[in-house]
């Protein structure tokens, strides 16, 4: 199994900051998180899947390029917690962000490639 809750969505105005979380947990989680990615995803209503951030098992990091220089994302392995932080956000940053995980390594942006999903965290921001 893999759990995935993220948290920590909310209604912010442009130019603020909101931290996102998603904890992990489940066997398989736990038998690939040495050798596996995760990654931040969002999706616009009536618009597709795209990948935010990515970050895999040796430390290695992808950004789309929309949010370079705005986002960060990091990992605590202890605590198996993932975490994306925006700051100067803007309004079509508004959407709902999923947390994944995929049992490779290498950070990838293609949804596609990730096998465990979390149920999402609203983000909205207003100009």
């Known amino acids: 199994q893999v759990q995935l809750v993220e948290s920590g969505g909310g209604s912010v105005q442009a130019g603020g900051s909101l931290r996102l979380t998603c904890v992990a947990s489940g066997d398989t989680y736990r038998d690939y998180s040495y050798r596996g990615a995760m990654g931040w995803f969002r999706q616009a209503p009536q618009k597709g899947r795209e990948g935010v951030a990515s970050?895999?098992?040796?430390?290695?990091?992808l950004y789309t390029d929309p949010v370079k220089g705005r986002f960060t994302i990091s990992q605590d392995n202890a605590k198996n917690t993932l975490y994306l932080q925006m700051n100067n956000l803007k309004p079509e940053d508004t959407g709902d962000y999923y947390c994944?995980?995929?049992?490779?390594?290498?950070?990838?942006?293609?949804?596609?490639?990730?096998?465990?999903w979390g149920q999402g965290t609203q983000v909205t921001v207003s100009s």
């Open positions: 970050i895999d098992s040796d430390g290695r990091i």
């Open positions: 994944a995980f995929k049992k490779y390594l290498m950070p990838i942006l293609d949804p596609s490639n990730y096998n465990y």
